[in-house]
């Protein structure tokens, strides 16, 4: 939060260096030189609508700028080649009505010129860009008092002050205290009205100094002389190392989201902040910043012979050991041996840095630097570190680092797979080909809480809200309700054609696994166990949207749920830019019967199915592939005892394993290959090559090349076969072995009496039999459903069937006999466990008996 925004329209260095220590500062692109190279802490004003490149944009902001700052005429020129986070929109007072919602979409917030500072007109500017900054501008030669500041502040605006009216005098009618301005919007709710301040270091990564009390006045020296100034409840204004000599330099002031309380960030000297003499009230240094303070002192005072002497005077020595720990990190296999290896690696590389004069801060300073480019390299490896040449790949595994990080391919070379020999793989290496990538749920679910919170708590206006983020749709409303507007559904006639074949072997299938009976057994006389089956109520369906059209999953969630008599069934899919749904996906709908689309994606869409909304129904159980996103909502919701929810299986990206020994056809291998790697860059596609002769092998490899190149998805599976394995293995039950230890989602068998070995299939998602079961008949109109497990969960779970949409009731009922038979049995095992009103429920019965 800042307090206000400076515009820079004068050049007093004394005022810009106190400026820098609140905030950035706006900078008009006609007063600073434009080979200026380090524009940081600044926004670029574009103030008129003379050309300007594209080119000039990216360099404003690939030297450090925060924002650029841009007319309407020069934002929709933009919109969708700058991340809409690092782009303003200036308008002036009287076209600010003027702004679409593609252009609200594509900037961060706003720069209002207005002639006077009308709070009712910016406060609806502010409710229009809601969720974003706005700053208000007066064109008044007259700055606004403070108590204007504290007022725009609760419209949730910020004002803009040219420099000349800014002053580090007393503030006047025509000038105004940068301190007297940086404190109008400051509210304390403590009866002695101080400001609680957090003090971090600034050359420590922010670690936390310790937690001290503020004044006006004791802000208003820290900013205006760049000291560290407090007040001591117990003695007034505290001039910070005033007697300790332990003094600070105030780099950057912050307020707080409430603007009532603050952030120091400092350089401190001498001793430490604390005054027991450390650096922190908080104990002393960890981590790197540990590390950095004992690398600085041992460079300066460790004693000839010690180790950390010996690398800082033997640069031939520091650089080995930066290269050879970097390999082990790169061979590391276990989170713990990861840890160890970075350790070691931190340790020598901030060595090096600690030599060169290179402090943490620095390397901070070019990571936030890097991360605020706008342009990028291509990140290709250099040639010494590229990998293996293809005359190498049919060698045993040489290490695991090879496997677990393969390097990025080169958009001209031979799209191939790597190549391992099952018998030259140690066991840790084999146990490594089975792994997938690491998902790292932990952290996804960190990241969809917030969005899954949102969704609950306000429902239709954040699921309206997060479809405009992340879906770029504005939309009037979340769903859409049966019966469906028959414009929405029309298809050209022979994909219409298509689906409905596709739609009656589905069904055939799935009507095929319902039992309608009542399973009745009588398990001794007089007691008769029943068990039958129940459709699940409410069930919701997550279609997914992102790189391709997906009414075949519709239809595999659709179908089961319509035979299984599923009395409400929703459908949640992401909306094109325009709002509306694909026709393919909304004819499925119409044909599964299907009570309402909701027009929403990823976690958000999850979570209005798991919560529901003013008008997204809720739901029982979730189907429905998506992404990490998605997977990991699914995961959360189905672990609140709040929604009530269940999810059908966990998720991972598609997989393919094909096993091919000589009899196969090489054309329809690769084909089936690629069909599963267009899927995404993380697709996991196997072939487990039988005894297969080499000419054969590389056959397979060159159509694998020639095929992906053919098509328009190349550069996905460009990515994805990058990472794709072959293992050459000698016999079919060694690749039976390998598959069955894998549990793929798809398995596709190209070999010899292909029927025959699907009774030694124990782990899979889904067998397609024989060269002429290509995978993609399965993903859309053999009959079979095509939600399958993935990322080995083969071994537990099964796919998506007419079951996974019922539950299953038991009943029993007992006769006075077989009570008379059974009942001293059940009193007998409810005696031994001690439940006496168990016991007591038979005996009573018995007795009256």
């Known amino acids: 939060m800042v307090a206000f925004l400076p515009l820079l329209d004068g050049q007093d260095e004394t005022l810009l260096s106190t400026l820098s220590r609140i905030g950035p500062v706006i900078k008009p692109i006609s007063s600073f030189d434009n080979t200026e190279s380090d524009l940081s802490n600044s926004y670029i004003l574009v103030d008129n609508n003379a050309p300007i490149s594209h080119d000039d944009l990216i360099s404003y902001l690939d030297r450090g700028a925060d924002k650029v700052i841009l007319s309407l005429t020069h934002a929709s020129e933009v919109i969708g080649f700058l991340p809409s986070d690092r782009v303003l929109l200036l308008l002036d007072f009287a076209n600010a009505s003027a702004v679409s919602n593609k252009t609200r979409s594509a900037v961060s917030g706003v720069l209002l010129k207005s002639p006077s500072l009308e709070l009712d007109f910016i406060s609806s500017v502010s409710h229009f860009f809601a969720g974003s900054p706005v700053y208000v501008l007066s064109t008044s030669t007259i700055p606004p008092t403070s108590l204007t500041i504290s007022e725009l502040h609760s419209t949730g605006a910020v004002p803009v002050l040219p420099t000349s009216q800014l002053t580090l005098g007393s503030s006047s009618p025509s000038q105004l205290n940068i301190a007297d301005a940086f404190l109008a919007p400051l509210r304390s709710d403590r009866p002695d009205g101080l400001f609680p301040t957090v003090v971090s270091s600034y050359t420590q990564g922010g670690r936390s100094l310790g937690l001290v009390y503020s004044s006006r006045q004791s802000i208003t020296e820290s900013v205006l002389s760049g000291k560290g100034v407090y007040h001591s409840r117990r003695h007034g204004l505290w001039k910070k190392g005033e007697t300790s000599r332990a003094t600070q330099d105030v780099i950057r002031i912050r307020l707080d989201c409430d603007t009532d309380s603050l952030e120091f960030s400092v350089v401190q000297h001498g001793a430490g902040f604390c005054h027991l003499n450390r650096p922190s009230c908080f104990g002393e240094l960890s981590g790197l910043a540990a590390l950095e303070s004992t690398l600085k002192s041992r460079m300066n005072s460790a004693p000839e012979g010690s180790y950390t002497k010996k690398l800082f005077n033997d640069p031939d020595l520091l650089r080995s050991k930066i290269m050879e720990e970097a390999d082990e990190l790169c061979g590391a296999l276990t989170k713990e041996q990861v840890a160890f290896e970075a350790a070691d690696l931190l340790y020598f590389t901030l060595t090096r840095c600690i030599a060169a004069g290179v402090s943490l801060v620095d390397i901070e300073r070019s990571l936030d630097a890097k991360a605020r480019k706008i342009s990028r390299r291509p990140g290709n490896a250099k040639a010494q570190w590229s990998s293996r040449?293809?005359?190498?790949?049919?060698?045993?595994?040489?290490?695991?680092?090879?496997?677990?990080?393969?390097?990025?391919?080169?958009?001209?070379?031979?799209?191939?797979?790597?190549?391992?020999?099952?018998?030259?793989?140690?066991?840790?290496?084999?146990?490594?080909?089975?792994?997938?990538?690491?998902?790292?749920?932990?952290?996804?679910i960190a990241k969809v809480k917030p969005?899954?919170?949102?969704?609950?708590?306000?429902?239709?206006?954040?699921?309206?809200?997060?479809?405009?983020?992340?879906?770029?749709?504005?939309?009037?409303?979340?769903?859409?309700?049966?019966?469906?507007?028959?414009?929405?559904?029309?298809?050209?006639?022979?994909?219409?054609?298509?689906?409905?074949?596709?739609?009656?072997?589905?069904?055939?299938?799935?009507?095929?696994?319902?039992?309608?009976?009542?399973?009745?057994?009588?398990?001794?006389?007089?007691?008769?166990?029943?068990?039958?089956?129940?459709?699940?109520?409410?069930?919701?369906?997550?279609?997914?949207?992102?790189?391709?059209?997906?009414?075949?999953?519709?239809?595999?969630?659709?179908?089961?749920?319509?035979?299984?008599?599923?009395?409400?069934?929703?459908?949640?899919?992401?909306?094109?830019?325009?709002?509306?749904?694909?026709?393919?996906?909304?004819?499925?709908?119409?044909?599964?019967?299907?009570?309402?689309?909701?027009?929403?994606?990823?976690?958000?869409?999850?979570?209005?199915?798991?919560?529901?909304?003013?008008?997204?129904?809720?739901?029982?159980?979730?189907?429905?592939?998506g992404n990490q996103w998605v997977t990991a909502a699914k995961m959360l919701v189905q672990n609140d005892t709040y929604a009530l929810v269940a999810i059908d299986m966990p998720a991972g990206p598609s997989e393919v394993l094909v096993i091919a020994d000589q009899t196969c056809n090489p054309v329809y291998v690769a084909a089936d290959l690629l069909s599963q790697a267009e899927h995404g860059v993380d697709s996991q596609v196997v072939l487990v090559a039988v005894n297969l002769p080499a000419s054969i092998l590389l056959e397979i490899e060159s159509q694998v090349d020639a095929q992906a190149r053919a098509l328009e998805r190349v550069e996905i599976i460009r990515q994805s076969v990058a990472k794709s394995i072959i293992v050459q293995v000698d016999n079919i039950n060694a690749a039976l072995a390998f598959s069955n230890d894998y549990a793929p989602e798809h398995l596709i068998l190209h070999i010899e009496k292909a029927a025959a070995a699907v009774v030694h299939v124990q782990n899979a998602g889904s067998v397609f039999v024989g060269p002429f079961s290509p995978e993609s008949c399965g993903d859309y109109a053999s009959g079979t459903n095509h939600t399958l497990p993935t990322n080995g969960y083969a071994r537990q779970f099964s796919g998506v069937n007419t079951h996974s949409f019922q539950k299953h009731i038991t009943s029993q009922e007992l006769t006075a006999d077989g009570l008379k038979v059974l009942g001293p049995v059940v009193a007998t095992l409810a005696d031994c466990e001690g439940l006496q009103a168990h016991a007591n429920a038979v005996r009573i019965r018995l007795d009256s008996l």
Not at 409 to 417: E, F, G, K, L, Y
Not at 459 to 468: F, N, S, V
């Open 451 to 625: 969005i899954v919170d949102y969704v609950r708590t306000l429902g239709d206006p954040a699921l309206l809200e997060l479809t405009a983020k992340f879906d770029k749709a504005q939309l009037d409303t979340t769903v859409t309700f049966a019966p469906f507007d028959p414009e929405t559904i029309q298809l050209n006639d022979t994909v219409r054609a298509a689906i409905d074949v596709a739609y009656a072997n589905i069904r055939k299938f799935h009507e095929a696994q319902a039992r309608a009976d009542t399973l009745v057994i009588e398990t001794m006389p007089g007691v008769v166990c029943s068990r039958f089956a129940r459709p699940i109520a409410r069930v919701g369906l997550y279609v997914p949207g992102g790189t391709a059209v997906l009414p075949s999953t519709a239809l595999m969630l659709g179908v089961p749920a319509q035979v299984a008599g599923c009395h409400e069934i929703v459908l949640a899919t992401p909306p094109r830019p325009d709002g509306s749904i694909s026709p393919e996906v909304m004819y499925v709908a119409h044909l599964v019967g299907a009570s309402a689309v909701v027009k929403a994606g990823g976690a958000q869409a999850v979570a209005a199915l798991a919560y529901g909304t003013q008008t997204v129904p809720k739901v029982d159980k979730i189907f429905g592939p």
């Open 389 to 444: 040449s293809p005359s190498t790949t049919d060698l045993p595994l040489p290490a695991p680092s090879k496997l677990t990080q393969p390097s990025p391919p080169d958009p001209n070379a031979t799209i191939r797979m790597r190549k391992y020999i099952a018998a030259s793989l140690s066991p840790s290496e084999r146990t490594q080909l089975l792994q997938r990538p690491v998902l790292k749920f932990g952290e996804m």
